[in-house]
């Protein structure tokens, strides 16, 4: 095919913030989890498919739930409000645990 370009897993983005290789980020209405670091208005990779271990805010998460991104705090929540949807949960979280298991969906 003459049109197609990459299978879009990992995608070329200019960072808005620095960041460190694993951290989320979100560009526009894109969420994803960079690849290495950089530094802001620089070019990163990100993923945007796949299951990432993510910082979580302390809620408890069961298995199959949607997953937000809250972009002021830099984690993963449960909570809709003007958070990004990102993903499910793979695994349950209790209240206290650091992480979420999240299988991001690509989806903008």
Not at 18 to 44: C, E, K, R
Request: glycine letters at 10%; proline letters at 3%; a neutral charge.
């Amino acid at each position: 095919m003459k049109n197609w370009i990459q299978p879009g897993d990992i995608i070329t983005m200019v960072a808005p913030a620095a960041v460190n290789s694993g951290d989320g980020l979100m560009v526009g209405a894109l969420f994803g989890v960079a690849v290495s670091t950089a530094a802001i208005s620089d070019d990163v990779q990100i993923a945007i498919t796949g299951v990432v271990d993510l910082p979580k805010a302390a809620v408890v998460i069961t298995q199959g739930a949607k997953l937000y991104w809250d972009n002021t705090a830099k984690n993963v929540t449960t909570t809709v409000g003007t958070n990004t949807l990102i993903g499910c949960a793979i695994v349950a979280a209790a209240i206290g645990d650091a992480i979420a298991r999240v299988r991001m969906n690509g989806v903008v």
